[in-house]
């Protein structure tokens, strides 16, 4: 069965600091893998994905990814972090078998202290 | 170009009752999924529409219901509602070309009381 990790529940980083929220994956075959942001009250926004290609992805905000697939990762990373950074961050793996279904993590709160 | 919108924001209902939740895609896209986020459980798929077929439904019964109408928007429908319920339901819509990646409504938040 296809399926992400998340193994942080929160990641705390100060203002102005590197930050990286950490997913890993399992599937079979080439995966298909994504990061949303979900603020307060707020539905799920899109931030980059990963189909082929380059192993750095750039996304919004200055997000950006990383893949590697020896180590079955796919983490979050930006220089510097902002306060309005503070949310909460799924990474999602498209199901290849269902197609278009989205497999979720189950989230990492990111709290960046000014 | 507007977002995926969803009705209503917020839905109160007791238990036993029926919940009516309503969304409209990203013009041009004619996939329709719906995800419920209950707390402490995560984002799990329900259910997924593409030219007005029901494609593919996730681990929930069938009082779960839906459809997709012509011009693509989406009713999710659940009956007999129970505590459980109670959850942020998120609708995506996707193109069928390209990567296809899924774009995301502000949600309906359901109480069951």
């Known amino acids: 069965a296809q399926s992400v990790a998340q193994p942080e529940d929160q990641v705390n980083v100060a203002e102005g600091n590197p930050l990286t929220v950490k997913c890993t994956y399992s599937?079979?075959?080439?995966?298909?893998l994504f990061w949303y942001v979900q603020y307060p009250n707020r539905g799920l926004q899109f931030l980059l994905k990963?189909?082929?290609?380059?192993?750095l992805v750039k996304g919004s905000y200055g997000f950006e990814a990383e893949f590697n697939k020896s180590q079955t990762s796919f983490h979050l990373k930006k220089p510097s972090a902002l306060v309005s950074d503070s949310a909460l961050y799924f990474c999602?793996?498209?199901?290849?078998?269902?197609?278009?279904?989205?497999?979720f993590g189950t989230g990492t709160r990111l709290q960046v202290f000014p | 170009e507007a977002g995926v919108t969803q009705s209503p924001t917020h839905l109160i209902k007791t238990r036993g009752q029926q919940a009516t939740l309503r969304c409209s895609p990203i013009?041009?896209?004619?996939?329709v999924y719906w995800y419920q986020q209950a707390l402490g459980l995560g984002l799990q798929f329900l259910l997924w529409?593409?030219?007005?077929?029901?494609?593919n439904r996730g681990n929930f019964p069938p009082r779960f219901s839906g459809r997709q109408f012509p011009n693509y928007s989406s009713e999710l429908n659940v009956n007999a509602l129970e505590l459980e319920d109670s959850a942020l339901y998120l609708c995506?819509?996707?193109?069928?070309?390209?990567?296809?990646?899924?774009?995301f409504g502000p949600g309906t938040r359901l109480t069951v009381l």
């Open positions: 529409y593409d030219e007005g077929e029901e494609r």
């Open positions: 995506a819509s996707s193109s069928t070309s390209g990567d296809n990646e899924q774009f």
């Open positions: 990963y189909i082929t290609g380059d192993n």
């Open positions: 999602a793996v498209r199901d290849l078998y269902n197609t278009d279904k989205l497999i």
């Open positions: 599937v079979s075959g080439n995966p298909y």
């Open positions: 013009s041009g896209h004619t996939s």
